[in-house]
């Protein structure tokens, strides 16, 4: 009989895979799923035995938002639509040896997305959106994912400064342009793409908390190592509390291996639980907190949408 | 920024900064407490205001509300999350200021921000109004271990007097803050040439514990008289002190009745004749000016025909041809001659019945036992026995802890009364005399009426402009006479029992101080003046003088003198001024 779950993530974040039991789109990436234990011999792994969490984790994360949407008018009769929106990186140093986690540093920034030719900053209050051009046509829909970009970059910046000898930091979403950086996993909570084949799907599925895939290679542009694990609390269900961790492909397996059991004995401890995270268990506890504090720090956002309506009704 | 705001900025660290989460008013706000900083409850901070032309304004306040919370964390369980060094959190810390000082008088609020600064030095002075005070009477150290003061305005009668103290027996040291604010009026030198004729009378209720005011403490120590010397004070006992108490029960020599002090110790009595001629009886009677009971006639009936009636004889009285030479017989006298129905007439008046006088004479008849060792016909009338703060020492102590609670109230009724009719006579304030008296709720309960009653409310509302200072003391303010306390200047608290906490009579302390109170420790006392809004916390140093037998150190030469030597031996026995030769 086919038994129902009911997911962890509240409706509105989405699902925490998209589809019935797993991810839906199967890529077309190419894996190699032989490097740590053969395709055949496919298996749970658990941390051995004298793996140790690092005294220091440091937990980097974005948040952005939207304070307001304007259009242009422009010399010609043309209009283009512009995106003011305020993006904040920062980072947390868990130091679990000190049982002390803090804010190790955040940043804000404040840019007008568009891709109107002639437009200039725009001053709302004591604010300062600041001019970010876009290529392109500039529909609305696609300025909304322009935000991630100088985000990402906000959010290299923040971690480089934070770093000491030891520590691990952990990047919320896949490594992208951050694969140069050195003792660095990316954390994928959500489950968009089927890599690996049914079969070893299954071992996956199978997994309990505390328990990791072997070591994958993907080979996409982005790709690199990469394994799956259980976080604990999850809701039974075969993906929930699946994520996926990646790192360099730059790392020899060796070093992938080593990086895959930190992190499972680095993780699961960071995990949510439900009734306080509704992203939880894979939404991390530091993660969580980091974003509420950098969202303090974006501002109040009536405070800044009316600023902007008084800034831009002062321009026209 | 004007020159005297740059002096302002540098005096005084900066704790904090004015919250703006958290609504700020000119009489109340909250301040945000710098990482690396604290404020502690009573610390005295002070900020300012710019205002568009015109000059800023100087808040100033003391602490009295700290809170520290998690910022970040949303569930209760969060704090092992943050412990367990997983999720990111701030402790915060913040502390309420309850406003003390406005300069100048412009009520407008700190606005959110504005730095907060400790304030020390003449800041501190400023912000709880001591600058102003032009006598100040130093009454402790704050919680910053520096001096606080009583405005001596409040305490002299100038502008208010009395003193109303309350707090649990035992713990709240009621007597010691006492005897520590008279030993600081006498010795700091507020009072200025007055401090030499002016009187203290201390009634001692419990234990022998006053007796020894005059010892120096042999457990002082260098730190205390350090604290003495902040304060400006000498760490030395009460240079000028007599102790009174009464006679030993059953013992015809009259010795006086104490155990621990064995040297310059006077026995005080009053003798039959007194006790006739200045019309006491009413004292012996606890409700005695209730208008609900009867047989009170009878009471003034009999006091006024004793005083008309009696003569003295040989240290006795005479009355009627009879001699009576102790209260005893007094009394079991009285009664018989109202029990006849021959004479009652004429002792207590013709509309009396017999159920009254019954009832007059129960009462008489109980308080033989009680009063038979104060009131004398066996003692040597030119003895000198008689309490007279005019021609004692500075201070003096009435041991009453002996005493059967009767015998307390007609001891204190009947000194009161003197004492004030001898202020009344003078008419002028100066010299100053101050009386301690603990247990107040006993002689002016809230409830009913006696003549010791009435003595003490005369003194609280009439005091003031005699220079009778009350500084009375109980455990419950709650159960004194209403206009007693209202008529105090200063209010002191010490630890209280949670349900009396709660009463309206101690409507003057906010409500963290009411919290505070009831874990205020020994020598911790909160001390409300008119001048400053906010009752102030000080703890006041051990006393310098010994509290008690086993503390006191080397006794003082004078005690060593006995009262009867101070007597003339000339003065004629039994010497009354009519008696004279008149020419």
């Not at chain 2, 300069?103 to 709880?128: I, M, N, W």
Request: proline fraction near 7%; include cysteine; hydrophobic fraction near 40%.
């Amino acid at each position: 009989m086919t038994r129902l779950y009911m997911d962890t993530w509240a409706a509105s974040y989405g699902a925490a895979f998209q589809g019935g039991d797993g991810p839906s789109s199967p890529s077309t990436a190419k894996i190699e799923t032989h490097h740590e234990v053969d395709t055949e011999a496919w298996h749970p792994i658990v941390a051995p035995e004298g793996v140790r969490p690092p005294d220091v984790v440091l937990l980097v994360d974005g948040v952005q938002r939207v304070d307001g949407t304007l259009s242009t008018e422009e010399d010609d009769g043309a209009s283009f639509p512009g995106l003011a929106a305020s993006y904040a990186a920062g980072v947390v140093r868990c130091d679990l040896a000190r049982g002390a986690a803090e804010l190790a540093g955040a940043q804000v920034a404040r840019a007008l997305f568009t891709a109107s030719p002639s437009v200039g900053d725009v001053i709302a209050g004591q604010v300062r959106y600041a001019v970010h051009k876009v290529s392109g046509s500039g529909e609305l829909s696609k300025l909304q994912g322009s935000v991630q970009g100088p985000l990402t970059a906000l959010e290299v910046e923040i971690s480089a400064t934070a770093r000491t000898d030891g520590d691990l930091l952990v990047v919320d979403g896949p490594l992208r342009g951050r694969r140069h950086l050195p003792r660095t996993i990316g954390y994928v909570k959500t489950q968009q793409s089927q890599y690996l084949p049914p079969a070893l799907a299954l071992v996956v599925t199978a997994l309990r908390p505390w328990q990791r895939s072997p070591v994958f290679a993907l080979g996409t542009a982005w790709g690199g190592w990469s394994w799956y694990m259980r976080l604990p609390g999850s809701s039974g269900a075969p993906w929930s509390g699946i994520v996926r961790v990646e790192c360099s492909p730059d790392l020899s397996i060796e070093q992938a291996v080593e990086l895959a059991n930190l992190s499972l004995v680095t993780l699961p401890r960071f995990a949510s639980t439900s009734y306080k995270d509704p992203r939880a268990p894979q939404n991390l506890i530091p993660i969580a907190g980091l974003e509420r504090r950098l969202r303090g720090l974006l501002g109040d956002p009536r405070l800044l949408h009316r600023a902007l309506t008084l800034a831009t009704a002062r321009l026209t | 920024m004007v020159h005297d705001e740059a002096v302002v900025d540098e005096t005084g660290e900066a704790v904090g900064r004015v919250l703006g989460t958290a609504d700020a008013t000119p009489l109340q706000f909250w301040t945000a407490v710098a990482p690396g900083s604290y404020l502690q409850l009573d610390d005295v901070v002070v900020t300012k205001r710019e205002l568009p032309g015109r000059e800023p304004v100087t808040i100033a306040g003391v602490v009295t509300q700290v809170r520290a919370r998690h910022e970040g964390a949303q569930f209760d369980s969060d704090v092992f999350a943050i412990a367990d060094g997983t999720l990111p959190a701030l402790v915060q810390e913040a502390a309420e200021i309850t406003t003390t000082r406005i300069d100048p008088e412009l009520y407008v609020p700190p606005s959110p921000g504005a730095l907060v600064r400790r304030a020390t030095g003449d800041l501190r002075a400023a912000a709880l109004h001591f600058d102003r005070m032009e006598k100040r009477v130093p009454m402790g150290t704050g919680r910053d271990g520096l001096p606080a003061y009583l405005n001596a305005d409040f305490l002299d009668g100038s502008r208010g007097a009395h003193v109303s103290i309350s707090g649990i027996s035992g713990v709240a040291t009621k007597t010691s803050f006492a005897t520590f604010l008279l030993y600081s009026v006498f010795r700091s030198g507020v009072l200025g040439g007055d401090a030499i004729n002016a009187k203290a009378l201390i009634f001692n209720v419990k234990g022998e514990d006053l007796l020894f005011l005059d010892h120096p403490n042999a457990r002082l120590d260098d730190a205390t008289t350090a604290r003495y010397a902040e304060l400006g004070l000498p760490a030395t006992p009460f240079p000028d002190v007599r102790v009174y108490a009464p006679p030993r029960a059953k013992d015809s020599s009259g010795t006086p009745d104490v155990s621990s002090r064995l040297a310059g110790v006077d026995s005080f009595y009053w003798t039959l004749a007194e006790f006739c001629e200045s019309r006491l009886l009413p004292y012996v009677f606890a409700d005695a000016d209730d208008e609900r009971q009867q047989y009170t006639m009878v009471v003034h009936a009999v006091t006024a025909h004793l005083a008309r009636h009696a003569q003295p004889a040989d240290g006795g009285i005479g009355i009627d041809g009879t001699r009576l030479g102790s209260y005893p017989d007094l009394v079991d006298y009285v009664v018989a001659r109202l029990t006849d129905e021959e004479t009652r007439g004429t002792w207590a008046g013709s509309a009396v019945n017999t159920g009254t006088v019954n009832a007059f004479a129960r009462r008489l008849i109980a308080s033989k036992k009680d009063l038979a060792r104060l009131i004398r016909g066996d003692l040597a009338a030119r003895r000198p026995h008689a309490i007279n703060t005019a021609e004692s020492a500075q201070v003096t102590v009435v041991d009453l802890h002996n005493l059967p609670d009767r015998a307390q109230r007609f001891v204190v009724g009947v000194t009161l009364k003197a004492e004030f009719e001898r202020k009344e006579k003078a008419g002028s304030a100066k010299p100053l005399l101050f009386v301690v008296l603990d247990e107040l709720n006993k002689y002016a309960p809230r409830e009913g009426s006696s003549p010791i009653k009435e003595v003490l409310l005369d003194i609280a509302e009439r005091g003031r402009s005699l220079g009778v200072i009350l500084i009375g003391a109980q455990q419950t303010a709650s159960e004194v006479e209403r206009r007693i306390v209202t008529n105090s200047a200063i209010r002191v608290v010490g630890r209280l029992d949670p349900a009396e906490a709660s009463r309206p009579e101690y409507g003057f302390l906010p409500a963290a101080q009411r919290q505070r109170v009831l874990l205020a420790k020994p020598g911790t006392m909160f001390v409300s003046q008119p001048d400053i809004p906010v009752p102030l916390c000080v703890e006041f140093p051990f006393p310098a003088w010994a509290t008690r037998p086993s503390e006191a150190g080397q006794a003082p030469s004078a005690t060593l003198r006995s009262i009867v030597q101070s007597a003339d031996p000339f003065a004629v026995v039994g010497g009354r001024s009519e008696d004279e030769i008149p020419f």
